[in-house]
């Protein structure tokens, strides 16, 4: 029988002193490894929000919310908006966890916590927009009677149902605020009652929700998204849509100063300006955002609004500029456009935009507004001159844009 060996001890002097040397450089490179990971992953998820939800899903769900008069159908509102958005926020959620499975060890900390906020958030969109279409899917395919988007959604699925969209809406809302601070829902907010809520004002606040996290996605996480101005913030954007939104800080800047607009709506305003594309918040109400795009030789910019004094303003304004209006749909969008080589006409009535709404309410509030900018004896002959408050406001508009050439040219050019 064989004597049972015991080994000897360990000598640990005979153990390389660079030993911890190694070990702490194999974590940093394995931290460093780790980092990029996750890196490539939030990228991956940025170009589901740029190509998928951005490029895609949120057009067509403004497209589709414009068309009123347009047939509910299983086709487009269920496979070609609903369930591709799901699809598209599961991937997104995927993407941000892949991200964050890599920084766990203690890695870019600040931004595990930021993602992490917003997985949670995309998550919840992801169920909610579910259970909105997990709703309406089996009432629009088996439909007796032809719907169309500008019912009321208790036309199509029962009351109680009704009741259950209405509140997951309000969730996206919730899930929103808790991200941003800001609301993201309109139209259920504006109607009478629940009752009254159409399915197109359903899809006009799924879609402006979803806008609103995808924008501050890219926004909070984007490393490429660089600020070039006060209020403008640039991804390998278009030259020409950089400029212009330039113009549109500079001028917005300077008449926030003179008080023609509120703080209220000014401090929400930004620039986004990403390839050929640019989005413009132009006040504190959801969904108060301007698309602007350049294109063959075109920019054209949509700006929305349920309010159909406000467009009526701007467009007489645009008119008065020499910009183009190409299509009107009462109460809900205006879109403009004018050559590439011409554009800054569009991004110099834009500014106007902001709080047009509180200065067109009343005699009074449009002095209010326009004091500082506007000497009274000037004020008062336009307002003599002028049939309504909105003409008024056209004139004060142009003669503020001509003003500022005068007082502040750095203002309106470049």
């Given amino acids: 029988m064989s004597e049972k060996k015991t080994l000897a001890p360990i000598p640990w002097t005979v153990i390389p002193?660079?030993?911890?040397?190694?070990?702490?450089?194999?974590?940093?490179?394995?931290?460093?490894?780790?980092?990029?990971?996750?890196?490539?992953a939030l990228r991956k998820a940025l170009r589901i929000v740029e190509e998928e939800g951005?490029?895609?899903?949120?057009?067509?769900?403004?497209?589709?919310?414009s068309k009123r008069d347009?047939?509910?159908?299983?086709?487009?509102?269920?496979?070609?908006?609903?369930?591709?958005?799901?699809?598209?926020?599961?991937?997104?959620?995927?993407?941000?966890?892949?991200?964050?499975?890599?920084?766990?060890?203690?890695?870019?900390?600040?931004?595990?916590?930021?993602?992490?906020?917003?997985?949670?958030?995309?998550?919840?969109?992801?169920?909610?927009?579910a259970t909105i279409a997990d709703?309406?899917?089996?009432?629009?395919?088996?439909?007796?009677?032809?719907?169309?988007?500008?019912?009321?959604?208790?036309?199509?699925?029962?009351?109680?149902?009704?009741?259950?969209?209405c509140r997951t809406v309000r969730d996206l809302d919730k899930h929103q605020k808790k991200l941003t601070g800001r609301s993201c829902v309109w139209i259920l907010n504006k109607v009478e009652d629940e009752e009254s809520y159409t399915f197109s004002g359903l899809m006009n606040d799924v879609t402006a929700c979803v806008h609103s996290l995808l924008n501050y996605i890219r926004f909070a996480l984007d490393p490429d998204l660089v600020k070039e101005y006060d209020k403008v913030y640039v991804k390998n954007g278009n030259r020409v849509l950089v400029e212009g939104a330039k113009t549109w800080a500079k001028i917005l800047t300077t008449i926030h100063k003179y008080e023609?607009?509120?703080?209220?709506?000014?401090?929400?305003?930004?620039?986004?300006?990403?390839?050929?594309?640019?989005?413009?918040?132009?006040?504190?109400?959801?969904?108060?955002?301007?698309?602007?795009?350049v294109g063959d030789g075109v920019v054209e910019a949509t700006y929305y609004d349920t309010d159909e004094k406000v467009h009526s303003?701007?467009?007489?304004?645009?008119?008065?500029?020499?910009?183009?209006?190409?299509?009107?749909k009462e109460r809900e969008y205006t879109v403009f456009s004018a050559p590439v080589g011409d554009s800054q006409p569009i991004f110099k009535m834009l500014p106007f935009a902001t709080s047009l709404d509180f200065r067109i309410e009343s005699d009074w509030s449009q002095k209010q507004f326009w004091s500082g900018l506007i000497p009274p004896q000037d004020f008062e002959k336009i307002r003599e001159s002028s049939k309504s408050i909105e003409e008024a406001e056209v004139k004060l508009i142009l003669t503020a844009i001509e003003k500022l050439k005068t007082l502040f040219p750095s203002q309106l050019t470049g």
Avoid at 262 to 270: K, R
């Fill in 260 to 293: 023609v607009v509120s703080d209220n709506d000014y401090y929400p305003t930004i620039a986004i300006v990403s390839g050929s594309r640019a989005e413009i918040v132009v006040g504190s109400t959801p969904g108060h955002t301007t698309h602007v795009e």
């Fill in 17 to 40: 002193a660079s030993m911890p040397i190694i070990l702490v450089a194999g974590l940093v490179l394995y931290n460093e490894w780790g980092s990029e990971r996750g890196m490539d």
């Fill in 313 to 328: 303003v701007l467009i007489e304004v645009a008119k008065a500029l020499g910009v183009k209006v190409v299509e009107h």
């Fill in 54 to 65: 951005l490029g895609e899903l949120e057009p067509r769900g403004r497209e589709y919310a």
């Fill in 70 to 129: 347009a047939r509910v159908t299983f086709n487009k509102d269920i496979d070609k908006f609903y369930s591709p958005l799901i699809v598209m926020l599961n991937s997104l959620s995927r993407a941000l966890d892949e991200a964050m499975s890599f920084w766990r060890a203690g890695v870019n900390t600040e931004l595990y916590q930021t993602v992490q906020r917003v997985q949670s958030v995309v998550f919840n969109y992801m169920s909610d927009t």
């Fill in 135 to 165: 709703i309406l899917a089996p009432y629009i395919a088996y439909a007796e009677t032809p719907v169309f988007r500008r019912d009321k959604l208790s036309k199509i699925i029962p009351r109680e149902d009704v009741d259950q969209v």
